[in-house]
């Protein structure tokens, strides 16, 4: 079993900055891929950004230059850095794994963003 435990959201003013982060616990060897989906209100939960373990990323259009994700191998832990942050950008982020050997796929019980004034 897998375990997410994810931090950093919150409410923050248009402008503004929030790092998530999620770190994997439990039985794995290692990390496949990690990455962060969010969902809004009446909307549908999508992609945000994802990293393998090699460093290869994919970043959704919406957020290119002002999201940045990087992932701590020896950690087990991502990182969203979000910058220039917009009220679009309000929704629940949930963090997202795939473990090895398994690829077993897991999910975090989510943190809120807010962006408003």
């Known amino acids: 079993q897998v375990q997410l435990v994810e931090s950093g959201g919150g409410l923050v003013q248009p402008g503004g900055s929030l790092r998530l982060s999620c770190a994997a616990s439990?039985?794995?060897?290692?990390?496949?891929?990690m990455g962060w989906y969010r969902q809004a209100p009446g909307k549908q939960r999508e992609l945000v950004a994802r990293?393998?373990?090699?460093?290869?990323?994919n970043v959704v259009d919406s957020v290119k230059g002002r999201f940045t994700i990087s992932l701590d191998n020896a950690k087990n832990t991502v990182y969203l850095q979000m910058n220039n942050l917009k009220p679009e950008d309000t929704a629940v982020y949930y963090c997202?794994?795939?473990?090895?050997?398994?690829?077993?796929?897991?999910w975090g019980q989510g943190t809120q963003v807010t962006v408003s004034s």
């Open positions: 439990g039985t794995f060897f290692s990390i496949s891929r």
């Open positions: 990293s393998t373990r090699s460093g290869s990323t």
């Open positions: 997202n794994t795939i473990v090895l050997p398994t690829y077993e796929n897991y």
